[in-house]
């Protein structure tokens, strides 16, 4: 099959433009190259059999050359990160919502008879607080944390009828979404648009709310995403590991490759049609976790630097379930968390990386987000 990857020069969309091309698939990559990401330059790993188009998202005329004789779409061109979409509203909304709204618009008006299939990729974000349990009350959808706790520094959530903490449990599909950053409202959009305008038109769609996706090729100088990828720049410039609040929230980390073998099988099967996943582990980690385990991978002698401080937009836990996608596809992860992170720090000993993590704080804190 003909094969477009927006996005495909990114650490997902890559692998997976590798994957296509493995199993036969003629494949087109189209990507600005995003200087934050790439500074503006292809890299190296970029599948030498692909086509590759270097184009904005929101090009009209050059998506509209890509897309002619084109059975799939696999959609991942996106500005990535919580904290810095909160003040870049403009450029997150011009690109994350109003590309995807280029691209699906394109397709109904002049491709959509040779469209077989199109896979957006959502996010985690939407939800918010993920699914959390009272002892008492059973399962809760809370609502987000409120200022006064937060300067407090009560970082737990609490049942709204008094009984005490609430625990997270595994987040599913159908939880309501109550999105809390700029981004998550983008990504929320994208997969909205594509779920109307696919059952409206016929055009087989599939969304896939990825949770932390980590490994190889992840940029590591990019300051505002990537969790893993952040702490292994700060350990590589021997600079300590800086963590908001108190260092126990907790998300849910899944390998790249797993999240390739995801797409695959939604881009194979019929029964993935119309529907949206989760794509995750399965499994909750804390930051403190994640920061302590690629100290002691990478043998370094950094400190955690737990701040104590709130960065909005963010949210305290939220891990996925995944018996959905288990019990529609098959899939499920088989990459282990450290498996995967060795993986992630072996490539990142030599690859490109530029510690900016203190610059975007700077103007985290101007911008009044920290």
């Not at 086509?51 to 002619?68: G, M, T």
């Not at 590591?220 to 990828?229: D, F, H, K, M």
């Not at 126990?248 to 790249?256: A, G, I, L, T, Y």
């Not at 963010?314 to 019990?327: E, V």
Request: hydrophobic fraction near 35%; charge should be positive; glycine fraction near 8%.
């Amino acid at each position: 099959m003909n094969i477009l990857v927006t996005g495909g020069a990114g650490f997902i969309g890559s692998f997976l433009v590798d994957r296509l091309i493995h199993e036969g698939h003629d494949v087109t990559i189209y990507d600005n190259l995003e200087a934050q990401v790439h500074n503006g330059k292809k890299p190296n790993y970029i599948n030498k059999d692909a086509r590759f188009i270097q184009a904005d998202i929101c090009d009209k005329n050059k998506l509209d050359k890509a897309l002619k004789g084109i059975d799939v779409v696999f959609h991942k061109a996106a500005m990535v990160g919580v904290g810095q979409s909160m003040y870049q509203i403009e450029k997150y909304t011009t690109v994350n919502t109003t590309g995807t709204a280029i691209l699906l618009d394109l397709i109904v008006n002049k491709h959509r008879n040779h469209i077989k299939k199109f896979i957006v990729a959502a996010s985690m974000s939407e939800y918010g607080e993920g699914l959390y349990r009272c002892k008492r009350c059973g399962n809760i959808k809370p609502d987000l944390r409120n200022e006064q706790d937060i300067k407090k520094r009560k970082w737990n959530l609490f049942c709204p009828k008094g009984h005490g903490t609430l625990e997270a449990r595994p987040t599913p599909e159908s939880l309501p979404l109550h999105c809390n950053s700029i981004y998550a409202l983008n990504k929320r959009d994208q997969e909205d648009m594509t779920m109307v305008i696919g059952r409206a038109f016929n055009i087989p769609v599939v969304a896939l709310r990825y949770f932390n996706v980590y490994g190889p090729r992840q940029s590591l100088s990019n300051p505002y995403t990537g969790v893993a990828a952040i702490f292994i720049s700060r350990v590589k410039a021997k600079k300590n590991i800086v963590i908001f609040e108190d260092g126990e929230q907790s998300r849910d980390f899944v390998s790249v490759h797993d999240v390739v073998a995801a797409n695959i099988a939604v881009m194979k099967s019929k029964k993935a049609d119309y529907r949206i996943f989760n794509v995750g582990s399965g499994k909750s980690i804390t930051i403190t976790k994640i920061g302590q385990t690629i100290i002691s991978l990478m043998k370094g002698d950094q400190k955690l630097e737990i701040t104590n401080q709130y960065r909005k937009g963010d949210i305290r836990h939220c891990f996925s379930d995944i018996s959905l996608i288990q019990k529609t596809l098959g899939w499920k992860p088989k990459i282990s968390f450290k498996d995967g992170m060795k993986e992630l720090i072996n490539w990142g000993e030599t690859a490109r990386s530029q510690d900016l993590f203190d610059k975007a704080q700077t103007i985290l804190k101007l911008k009044g987000v920290v």
